[in-house]
């Protein structure tokens, strides 16, 4: 006889803090103005939004903290492989989806025929990008590990972050992971000093980079949710909002960035984590807050593409400034309203449809 068992499954998720998603669309947003401003205005010292690299280190303080409060207590009675496959579904398809976007754009871009140098090579681009193998090849554009989509770059990390919490970090107690967050916290420093700032990673002679970033950033999001760094105020979204914002408009400074950046990433991101989880949300701006938490990886993942359609388009035509600044306006507000499309008609639907796959009851046979 067949029996089947219905239980609560243990695959459902908490409940989010509402702030901190409003704040990873801030910094989502920040990243793609970046973006467009390093190819309008490739000097740092003369970019408004020149500290906006440092959004990904926030990203990773913010993903420990979450990782932290969904996974610490549950992660022992899921088991790794259902962890592992509930991050794969969280975020691969939007890997995927960059892919091809960056697949398309790099063969029918307009204004460049880079694509015509590197035809024999570009499946393996795809490949690369599509499984998140580094693969730096085009040096005529940075040399980024993943050129169809360079975010992914961070991704890379993201996923080595997670393998390592499930693998080490949620067995250790705090006094080891402080331990670990000082050697970081050193890393990070010295990476700076030789670099002359942190926003390195991304690419084939840099790569090292990104580990040193994500490894202090996500053990002190672990940090502030296990110490109960949870800042309980009445200061409200908008104000941590423009707290965040304010790190990304601090001008760039050749002779001083080396310290800016440590000191943003090292003290100033996981104050404001510990913050925007305490801060008191009004009632009007939940829709807000849970539109640009939503938006944000989508966001994150789609854009870059057409950064380099920009970027093809500012080296063929030339452009003045101020047609610059209405394409970048324009980009921006359609870039927002793309990713929102495609979270809407494949992100949420792929996402539900294999999570869905995970929570069917087990059916199992007994005499």
């Not at 916290?185 to 990476?191: F, H, K, M, P, R």
């Not at 929570?359 to 199992?364: D, H, M, S, T």
Request: charged share 15%; proline share 5%.
């Amino acid at each position: 006889m067949y029996k089947t068992t219905t239980s609560p499954s243990p695959l459902k998720s908490k409940q989010h803090f509402e702030i901190l998603d409003g704040l990873r669309g801030i910094a989502a947003v920040a990243v793609v103005i970046f973006h467009f401003m390093e190819i309008a205005v490739p000097d740092y010292n003369n970019s408004f939004i020149a500290h906006a690299y440092l959004a990904v280190d926030f990203f990773f303080c913010l993903s420990g903290f979450v990782i932290a409060y969904a996974y610490d207590q549950k992660l022992k009675n899921i088991g790794l492989a259902t962890f592992l496959k509930l991050r794969l579904i969280r975020l691969h398809p939007l890997v995927i989806i960059g892919s091809l976007i960056g697949l398309a754009m790099f063969i029918f871009d307009p204004f460049s025929n880079l694509y015509a140098a590197y035809t024999g090579k570009t499946l393996m681009l795809f490949l690369a990008s599509c499984f998140m193998v580094p693969y730096p090849l085009v040096h005529e554009r940075y040399f980024n590990l993943f050129h169809l989509n360079p975010p992914t770059w961070s991704l890379f990390w993201e996923y080595i972050a997670n393998v390592g919490y499930a693998l080490v970090l949620v067995k250790l107690r705090n006094k080891t992971m402080w331990v670990l967050l000082l050697v970081g916290a050193i890393a990070l420093a010295y990476e700076s000093f030789k670099s002359g700032y942190l926003g390195v990673g991304w690419g084939g002679d840099n790569i090292t980079g990104g580990g040193v970033r994500v490894f202090y950033s996500f053990i002190a999001g672990i940090l502030v949710y296990r110490s109960n760094w949870i800042i309980k105020s009445r200061i409200g979204f908008t104000l941590v909002g423009v707290l965040l914002l304010a790190a990304f408009l601090i001008p760039f400074s050749d002779k001083l960035n080396f310290i800016i950046d440590p000191v943003i990433v090292i003290l100033y991101f996981p104050f404001l984590v510990a913050l925007g989880a305490g801060a008191y949300l009004r009632p009007n701006l939940h829709k807000l807050c849970k539109f640009s938490g939503e938006i944000s990886y989508p966001l994150y993942m789609i854009h870059y593409p057409f950064i380099w359609l920009f970027m093809s388009y500012v080296e063929s035509k030339k452009p003045a400034m101020n047609e610059m600044i209405i394409v970048m306006i324009t980009g921006v507000v359609l870039l927002i309203a793309l990713a929102y499309l495609i979270m809407i008609w494949l992100d949420i639907p792929i996402r539900k449809y294999f999570k869905n796959r995970m929570e069917k009851p087990l059916v199992f046979s007994a005499k």
